[in-house]
């Protein structure tokens, strides 16, 4: 059974930081990329931020550049997002996921992506 489990959302302040994990099980890790995604209600689900685990290639779309670093522990079969200088633009739900066939790590679609984990709540006040 494939397993993707996000944690370390909370509450934060503007300027905070927060470090979300990704611990992924039931597949071969070194064949997916992962990526980050985030959603607010109406909006549609936006790519935050994806990593290749095999040569660790990133990628970052423009709200994440040089806020956003994504990292990769192949050994714990986790993925590390960890965000600096938030903003309440950041609030959303963040969802990391798995791709096998994804094309290029900035071709940031969600159907791209073959598993899901449930997402964790970050939550940025003024």
């Known amino acids: 059974e494939v397993q993707l489990q996000a944690s370390g959302g909370g509450l934060v302040q503007a300027g905070g930081c927060l470090r979300l994990?990704?611990?992924?099980?039931?597949?071969?890790?070194?064949?997916?990329?992962i990526g980050w995604f985030r959603q607010v209600p109406g909006k549609e689900r936006e790519g935050v931020s994806s990593?290749?685990?095999?040569?660790?290639?990133?990628y970052y779309a423009d709200s994440a550049k040089g806020r956003f670093t994504i990292s990769s522990d192949n050994v714990k079969t986790t993925v590390y997002l960890s965000m600096d200088s938030l903003r309440p633009e950041d609030t959303a739900v963040y969802y990391c996921?798995?791709?096998?066939?994804?094309?290029?790590?900035?071709?940031?679609?969600?159907?791209?992506?073959?598993?899901w984990g449930p997402g964790t709540l970050v939550t940025v006040s003024s």
């Open positions: 996921a798995a791709g096998k066939a994804v094309a290029a790590l900035r071709v940031m679609l969600p159907r791209a992506y073959d598993f």
């Open positions: 994990s990704c611990a992924a099980s039931g597949i071969t890790f070194d064949e997916y990329v």
């Open positions: 990593i290749g685990s095999v040569d660790g290639s990133t």
